[in-house]
């Protein structure tokens, strides 16, 4: 179905298809607690509102909080959280920023913009989306008097972010599963000393692909999922991606000259990514009329950079450790939402693609479809030595620290100012503090910084259950949410009238 534009009505209802095409349309709130459509698909807005320049115009005197507010009404709908009340669960989201304008913009030598997305709890830019997911959570189950228990893989930063913005509610329990040993020592201590009742963490001896395995064989099992409630808060959940919209629109309007030009001057956003919403993000914001120019750059497990070069959507060998840890992904999930959006909403070719990718690991994508991503997206690939040395330059050159996920998009910009060619204004997105990644930082021969609160991790007690090779791990995670679904009908029963 082609993508319809239509003007600025925050009040209508804003509906969700799969990009698969074989599951009813949903409402915010259903695509929220869904994760993957029954069809396997994932959801995206049925049309996208166009922003004109005007609304562009007034759009940019808005702060980080102000554009999320504004994207937010246009993709909930006031029907479903009326405005003023969406105003108040977005404030509760950042109350916990250590930053006052939540998200900042870094200005450097040689051109150099630093987008600093990581100023909530957990040191990352999950904290963005996650907080905001989780009071839109707590709202719709409050209204309902539900429960639900939230399954969540992870690479590093996803599981920290998601516990941190539900630990301690009372309608929701959350699961997390972590790569043993494949994310750094502070990330599995911000998970594993979360000792509140409703957190339960597992340490998977595996990578973070092998452990979305036993995650999909649950979700798979739709009876089994709608008796226990279950729900992901992975970067396939819509919510996310909408809040990571913001990311976009605030770059542009940090880094744009001027919104006078006819048409308005564009901006490059270089997105470092491993799952790809920042960059599904993005892409929406892109078709929306925001004169972005994306470039994506990935570590050496380069999926989508040899997607975006030659059209190969396939698995390498073995995922390859890097030091930018949480970017250590083979299969991008969101690319599904970017090839629906490039192909005109064509579900039965988006599902030709992701069918056969899940058959065979390997797709060659259409010439067409290819070439409107080659012209929708710039892609690189980021060596670790290129990683230490873009660390140690920006450092010398500017007294700041990248971590090494920052330092793969910082790459890109370093390359393009070596070549001397006059170029459009620039703005790297930063995903993580560098104190989450001191071994990055020392690989790169520069002495951490670490915040105290990060310190006082080592002394707290910690809480892990291990999952063996050789363990039934799709079997342990089922036990899990049984014994999780009896006690909360326990506390039901016990409730008081």
């Known amino acids: 179905m082609c993508l319809e534009?239509?003007?600025?009505?925050?009040?209508?209802?804003?509906?969700?298809?799969?990009?698969?095409?074989?599951?009813?349309?949903?409402?915010?709130?259903?695509?929220?607690?869904?994760?993957?459509?029954?069809?396997?698909g994932l959801f995206m807005p049925e049309e996208l509102p166009h922003l004109n320049r005007e609304t562009l115009r007034q759009w940019s005197a808005l702060s980080y909080p102000g554009l999320v507010k504004e994207l937010c009404t246009l993709f909930i709908g006031t029907e479903l959280?009326?405005?003023?009340?969406?105003?108040?669960?977005?404030?509760?989201?950042?109350?916990?920023?250590?930053?006052?304008?939540?998200?900042?913009?870094?200005?450097?030598?040689?051109?150099?913009?630093?987008?600093?997305?990581?100023?909530?709890?957990?040191?990352?830019?999950?904290?963005?989306s996650l907080s905001c997911t989780a009071q839109f959570l707590q709202y719709f189950l409050e209204k309902k008097k539900q429960h639900v228990t939230v399954v969540v893989g992870t690479s590093g930063d996803t599981g920290s972010a998601a516990i941190e913005s539900?630990?301690?509610?009372?309608?929701?329990?959350?699961?997390?599963?972590?790569?043993?040993?494949?994310?750094?020592?502070?990330?599995?201590?911000?998970?594993?000393?979360?000792?509140?009742?409703?957190?339960?963490?597992?340490?998977?001896?595996?990578?973070?692909?092998?452990?979305?395995?036993?995650?999909?064989?649950?979700?798979?099992?739709?009876?089994f999922v709608k008796k226990h409630n279950l729900m992901s808060?992975?970067?396939?959940?819509?919510?996310?991606?909408?809040?990571?919209?913001?990311?976009?629109?605030?770059?542009?309007?940090?880094?744009?000259?001027s919104l006078d030009p006819e048409p308005l001057p564009p901006v490059e956003v270089v997105v470092p990514t491993g799952a790809a919403g920042n960059l599904a993000a993005g892409c929406i914001a892109q078709k929306m009329g925001l004169p972005i120019r994306l470039v994506v750059a990935v570590n050496r497990n380069d999926i989508i950079h040899r997607t975006v070069q030659q059209g190969d959507f396939s698995l390498s060998e073995a995922v390859e450790q890097t030091l930018a840890s949480a970017m250590d992904i083979q299969v991008p999930y969101n690319m599904e939402r970017i090839f629906w959006l490039l192909s005109g909403s064509d579900s039965q070719v988006t599902r030709a693609?992701?069918?056969q990718f899940e058959r065979t690991h390997r797709v060659s994508l259409p010439k067409e479809l290819h070439s409107k991503l080659s012209e929708t997206v710039t892609s690189e690939s980021?060596?670790?030595?290129?990683?230490?040395?873009?660390?140690?330059?920006?450092?010398?050159?500017?007294?700041?620290?990248?971590?090494?996920?920052?330092a793969v998009a910082v790459s890109y910009h370093y390359q393009q100012t070596e070549r001397q060619q006059p170029?459009?204004?620039?703005?790297?997105?930063?995903?993580?503090?560098a104190?989450?990644?001191?071994?990055?930082?020392?690989a790169a021969g520069l002495m951490p910084e670490t915040p105290a609160e990060i310190l006082a991790l080592e002394s707290k007690g910690t809480r892990c259950t291990p999952m063996r090779k050789g363990d039934d791990w799709t079997l342990m995670l089922r036990n899990t949410i049984e014994d999780l679904s009896s006690k909360q009908r326990g506390h039901f029963l016990n409730a008081p009238e």
């Open 353 to 355: 693609l992701m069918e």
């Open 435 to 442: 104190a989450k990644f001191p071994e990055a930082v020392l």
């Open 81 to 128: 959280i009326p405005r003023d009340v969406l105003n108040g669960l977005i404030d509760q989201a950042f109350s916990r920023f250590r930053h006052r304008e939540v998200v900042h913009l870094s200005r450097m030598r040689n051109g150099l913009n630093v987008l600093e997305l990581w100023h909530g709890v957990t040191y990352a830019f999950k904290d963005l």
């Open 423 to 433: 170029s459009l204004p620039r703005c790297c997105l930063a995903p993580a503090s």
């Open 382 to 406: 980021v060596s670790d030595e290129s990683i230490t040395r873009t660390m140690a330059r920006c450092w010398e050159e500017n007294r700041y620290l990248l971590c090494p996920h920052s």
């Open 233 to 257: 808060l992975n970067s396939i959940n819509w919510s996310r991606v909408l809040v990571q919209m913001a990311h976009h629109f605030f770059a542009y309007f940090q880094c744009a000259p």
């Open 166 to 223: 539900v630990q301690g509610a009372k309608n929701m329990d959350i699961i997390v599963l972590l790569p043993k040993g494949h994310c750094t020592k502070i990330q599995e201590l911000q998970m594993t000393t979360v000792l509140r009742e409703n957190v339960h963490v597992f340490g998977v001896e595996g990578n973070s692909d092998e452990l979305d395995e036993p995650i999909k064989a649950v979700f798979a099992d739709v009876a």
């Open 5 to 40: 534009l239509f003007p600025l009505q925050a009040t209508r209802i804003m509906w969700y298809i799969s990009t698969r095409g074989m599951a009813p349309r949903v409402n915010f709130e259903e695509a929220l607690f869904s994760g993957y459509a029954p069809d396997g």
